[in-house]
């Protein structure tokens, strides 16, 4: 007997329900306040004791002894090296936190390091676009925690939208309002901290800190596609960005000084979806991580026609796309700039819809959906 995509749907959306999914906190930031202390009305609704302790957990575990050292020994001259906003940002943080400025800078390299996602932009079939992602990280339960929707608000109005984690400054996650959206993810390519560091005195920028300026000063699709492309980063990235248009969709595989790959959309050939883990799209993703392949099978499921924010997000709740390390998933819109949406992912080691499970014992995406 096979099941509508009606009921499909439904039973997915109890299921994340069941989960016990929850909205991420929302919080306004205003432009027009000195960086150093914009963050502080935010900071303020939770316990600085707490966050330090959290944050100081993350560093401890991610960051290498040796990176510790050298940002300990380059503290005198750090305000040199960051560049503005981010500076004011992390000094102001930094007070906040009772932490001096290099444990500040550690905190938020510490959150630029080894998150693991899935990033999907697609059209439908009159050529609105949406995009969605997972972020997969460690210490979960911490950044489910933190995690925050941030409006940026400049003379009342809102600039960009964004989800991160309390203390960091950066985006991997956001959106400018009837303009773009854009997500970034972790490519797996070997001695990251090293370039890090010698590409950070560089002053190459951090990714995130990127799609902040993207979001901040681009002023449309192609604009911020041209900034993602060629500015000199301090880590190989994708950059998925997606826009208002038709066919304004995109993955950018990023080395440390340009592109290596752009990969648009193509709806009038039927490719009207990109999807993004974290491994390069034209090579196979290793057998113990491949999320790129149910994700695939789900949208193909799916069709362009049934393609939307809801079914966007019944895609990244199957297994393993979800799960036990997702933080949380992202729905954005460009062109309906309200429906920008987080949801905090929880109890997600078991009961996750598995499309490859149907995909094996029902015949087919294509028998299940129809």
Request: charged letters at 20%.
């Amino acid at each position: 007997m096979h099941v509508s995509v009606q009921l499909l749907l439904l039973l997915l959306g109890l299921l994340a329900a069941a989960r016990g999914d929850s909205p991420t906190p929302r919080f306004n930031v205003s432009l027009d306040v000195t960086p150093s202390q914009r963050w502080e009305p935010v900071l303020r609704k939770y316990d600085a004791a707490q966050l330090r302790n959290y944050m100081q957990q993350v560093v401890r575990s991610v960051v290498p002894k040796w990176v510790i050292n050298v940002v300990n020994q380059l503290a005198p001259i750090l305000k040199y090296l960051l560049p503005e906003p981010y500076r004011g940002e992390i000094e102001g943080i930094s007070k906040f936190l009772g932490v001096n400025l290099g444990e500040g800078l550690l905190i938020n390299l510490a959150y630029e390091a080894s998150g693991y996602c899935t990033s999907i932009v697609a059209q439908d079939s009159r050529g609105k676009i949406y995009h969605g992602r997972n972020m997969d990280y460690a210490f979960t339960d911490i950044l489910r925690s933190t995690t925050v929707d941030v409006q940026f608000v400049c003379s009342g109005q809102i600039v960009y939208t964004g989800t991160t984690f309390l203390g960091f400054v950066g985006l991997w996650t956001g959106q400018k309002p009837n303009k773009f959206s854009i997500t970034g993810n972790a490519r797996a390519k070997g001695a990251r901290w090293k370039d890090v560091i010698a590409t950070f005195l560089k002053r190459n920028r951090s990714p995130s800190w990127v799609i902040r300026d993207a979001l901040t000063e681009a002023v449309d699709f192609h604009a911020a596609l041209k900034r993602l492309s060629y500015t000199p980063i301090t880590a190989n990235v994708y950059f998925i960005l997606g826009g208002v248009k038709p066919n304004e969709g995109v993955i950018i595989t990023r080395k440390l000084e340009g592109p290596v790959d752009i990969w648009p959309l193509k709806s009038t050939k039927g490719q009207w979806y990109r999807v993004e883990t974290n491994y390069d799209h034209w090579k196979p993703p290793p057998p113990s991580d491949d999320r790129r392949t149910p994700t695939i099978r789900a949208l193909n499921a799916t069709t362009q026609k049934n393609i939307n924010l809801n079914t966007l997000f019944k895609v990244l709740s199957i297994h393993p796309v979800l799960n036990k390390k997702t933080v949380y998933t992202t729905l954005m819109c460009a062109a309906q700039p309200k429906d920008y949406k987080t949801m905090i992912r929880k109890g997600s080691k078991q009961n996750n819809w598995n499309f490859a499970e149907i995909n094996e014992q029902k015949g087919g995406y294509a028998a299940v959906l129809n």
